[in-house]
């Protein structure tokens, strides 16, 4: 029998199998753009919410840092405990894993950022100086500084390996909820409280730029992986794409409902993740801002986001007390580029 239109014209066995072939071509584009949904590896062992991640450059080591006064290591191929850093008297909020040498650094609402050999894991250093809770650690790319941040509003840099103090930064008017170096480790970007991103010299200290346009508190920047643009998230709702040459904004990108707390870039520079107080990983395309989809990622808020080195994975953290660890490449990844 044959399928007729609207006019009695009878489509003929060709128009037929067009339209069923261009109805899968649509599919197929769908498929292709969507994200998939599931989680390789749930970590589980923090007592409270999880406020930081970080990766190892070699991909064998992922540390977290959570409210109930503890550091977690594992092995992020299987998801198995390499240890536990506790303080059960500080709530830590940062965690950073040293590119060059078995050291991680640790803030908490104590003032103290700590250094910690994760083999024992032991600390081997506590560097004081902020007069308030820190909230962000950074280490450069050569292993040669050490960033921190804090609600003293005054971001620190510290030399390694003894973490001497360096310099301290002193323009931002808010709290300092984010700190990160730029890949060449000639420039460090903070995110505050006061709706700016700052750029500074990591030489001598001095202001090179302030980025402004958030409507609300900064609370996570990233550099792309060629240093040319940097990512930030706030607690207005957007994620902003900077040029870091002409130090202009180049995107926006809204879809979090409530604030966003981590953003990263992968390896290759070609996806932007992030992850907020919706609960859900929202992809982005790099080059041009466009969505590639969302993922729910947990009950409750997402607090940080990191990729491996590799590219083959990124983790997101929340105040359901989990870390997740997702499939960032291969057939089965959350987003796909085509």
């Known amino acids: 029998m044959n399928t007729t239109t609207a006019s009695g014209r009878p489509w003929g066995r060709a128009a037929a199998l067009g339209i069923c072939l261009a109805f899968l071509g649509l599919a197929l584009a769908w498929w292709a753009w969507s994200p998939g949904g599931a989680a390789r590896l749930t970590l589980r062992g923090h007592a409270g919410p999880v406020w930081a991640v970080a990766f190892g450059r070699d991909g064998s080591l992922l540390a977290t840092a959570g409210e109930d006064g503890s550091v977690r290591f594992w092995d992020p191929q299987n998801g198995t405990s390499r240890g536990v850093f506790s303080l059960p008297s500080v709530k830590f909020h940062a965690v950073a894993i040293c590119p060059t040498q078995p050291l991680v650094a640790v803030g908490g609402e104590d003032k103290i950022v700590r250094l910690i050999d994760p083999a024992g894991p032991s600390e081997v250093a506590a560097l004081t100086g902020h007069t308030d809770a820190v909230t962000c650690v950074a280490f450069s790319p050569d292993g040669k500084w050490l960033a921190s941040g804090g609600l003293d509003k005054k971001p620190r840099l510290w030399s390694l390996p003894g973490g001497k103090p ?173």
């Open 166 to 338: 360096a310099q301290t930064l002193s323009h931002h008017k808010g709290k300092v909820w984010a700190v990160a170096f730029a890949p060449d480790g000639r420039t460090l970007a903070t995110g505050s409280e006061d709706d700016t991103v700052k750029l500074w010299s990591v030489a001598n200290g001095h202001l090179q730029a302030t980025l402004t346009g958030h409507k609300a508190r900064v609370l996570a920047v990233a550099f792309a992986p060629d240093g040319k643009k940097l990512a930030s998230a706030s607690r207005d709702g957007t994620v902003k794409v900077w040029d870091t040459q002409r130090r202009q904004e180049l995107a926006t990108l809204a879809g979090h409902k409530g604030h966003v707390a981590g953003v990263a870039w992968s390896p290759d520079g070609l996806l932007l993740v992030s992850v907020g107080e919706d609960g859900v990983i929202h992809g982005w395309n790099a080059a041009g801002g466009q969505a590639r989809g969302t993922v729910p990622g947990r009950q409750g808020s997402g607090t940080a986001v990191a990729f491996s080195a590799d590219g083959a994975t990124f983790c997101t953290a929340g105040t359901d007390g989990t870390t997740k660890l997702w499939p960032a490449s291969g057939d089965g990844a959350v987003f796909t580029s085509r």
